[in-house]
């Protein structure tokens, strides 16, 4: 079975400038998550989605972040501007259900802010 | 506020070494708390508790829950240089399986 697919894997930009991230899910799982990993720290929830709507986005920097699962499938994050507070590993997991515990998670986008 | 600590923050141990984890939780409607490795990049899943006493063990891993004191703790005996990784453990609400981490517990097994 193919496990949770993120792209990039690494990226760096400079500050002000936008990027995006990619991740596809484990085939059949309904709900995505998008996380923010800060060096040293554990991973924070910032979206998830059920199908193609979400469920929590209550830590979502709204203001600079944005994140879309149009067909309930694959997703994209994206920040517009990047600030340096933003550098860290982003990481996409995915669970069958909202009330199933067990959460897979890809393998990151680590992004440096320069 | 959830909210998940775990101790020690760091651990250098010998091969062979038994080591014992600790996480403790504050989380509203709890469900559940998992653990998980993260030896480079993607957390991989370990345990999932829901009930209170009850020992989950996967070869050389062991990982208990107390409900009462909200407390668990991850149990690696025999410890190998493989085991050298970041344990996460993470407190899951019943309302929408929203996880909240602890900072981890970075483990290191020298020879």
């Not at chain 1, 993120?6 to 500050?15: A, L, T, V």
């Not at chain 1, 596809?24 to 060096?39: E, K």
């Not at chain 2, 775990?6 to 062979?16: D, I, K, R």
């Given at each position: 079975e193919a496990g949770v697919a993120q792209s990039p894997r690494y990226k760096i930009i400079e500050k002000r400038q936008s990027v995006a991230f990619w991740c596809n899910p484990i085939s059949g799982h309904a709900t995505l998550y998008w996380y923010q990993q800060i060096l040293g720290q554990g991973p924070k929830l910032l979206i998830q989605f059920q199908n193609n709507g979400?469920?929590?986005?209550?830590?979502?920097?709204k203001d600079r972040f944005s994140a879309e699962r149009l067909k309930g499938v694959d997703s994209t994050l994206k920040i517009?501007?990047?600030?340096?507070?933003?550098s860290a590993v982003y990481l996409c997991a995915s669970s069958?259900?909202?009330?199933?515990d067990t959460q897979y998670f890809g393998p990151g986008t680590r992004l440096t802010v320069l | 506020e959830d909210k998940v600590v775990q101790s020690p923050l760091s651990l250098v141990v010998h091969e062979g070494d038994t080591v014992t984890l600790n996480c403790s939780y504050e989380v509203t409607n709890f469900r559940s708390l998992l653990w998980y490795k993260q030896e480079k990049k993607a957390p991989t899943f370990l345990f999932m508790l829901t009930s209170s006493g009850i020992e989950k063990k996967s070869g050389r891993l062991s990982s208990i829950l107390d409900k009462k004191e909200l407390f668990s703790i991850l149990n690696i005996t025999a410890?190998?240089?493989?085991?050298?990784a970041v344990y996460l453990c993470a407190g899951n609400t019943g309302t929408a399986s929203k996880l909240t981490f602890g900072t981890g517990t970075r483990l290191q097994v020298t020879l």
């Amino acid at each position: 079975e193919a496990g949770v697919a993120q792209s990039p894997r690494y990226k760096i930009i400079e500050k002000r400038q936008s990027v995006a991230f990619w991740c596809n899910p484990i085939s059949g799982h309904a709900t995505l998550y998008w996380y923010q990993q800060i060096l040293g720290q554990g991973p924070k929830l910032l979206i998830q989605f059920q199908n193609n709507g979400v469920v929590d986005d209550s830590q979502l920097p709204k203001d600079r972040f944005s994140a879309e699962r149009l067909k309930g499938v694959d997703s994209t994050l994206k920040i517009q501007p990047a600030k340096l507070e933003d550098s860290a590993v982003y990481l996409c997991a995915s669970s069958l259900g909202t009330h199933t515990d067990t959460q897979y998670f890809g393998p990151g986008t680590r992004l440096t802010v320069l | 506020e959830d909210k998940v600590v775990q101790s020690p923050l760091s651990l250098v141990v010998h091969e062979g070494d038994t080591v014992t984890l600790n996480c403790s939780y504050e989380v509203t409607n709890f469900r559940s708390l998992l653990w998980y490795k993260q030896e480079k990049k993607a957390p991989t899943f370990l345990f999932m508790l829901t009930s209170s006493g009850i020992e989950k063990k996967s070869g050389r891993l062991s990982s208990i829950l107390d409900k009462k004191e909200l407390f668990s703790i991850l149990n690696i005996t025999a410890t190998q240089t493989g085991d050298s990784a970041v344990y996460l453990c993470a407190g899951n609400t019943g309302t929408a399986s929203k996880l909240t981490f602890g900072t981890g517990t970075r483990l290191q097994v020298t020879l």
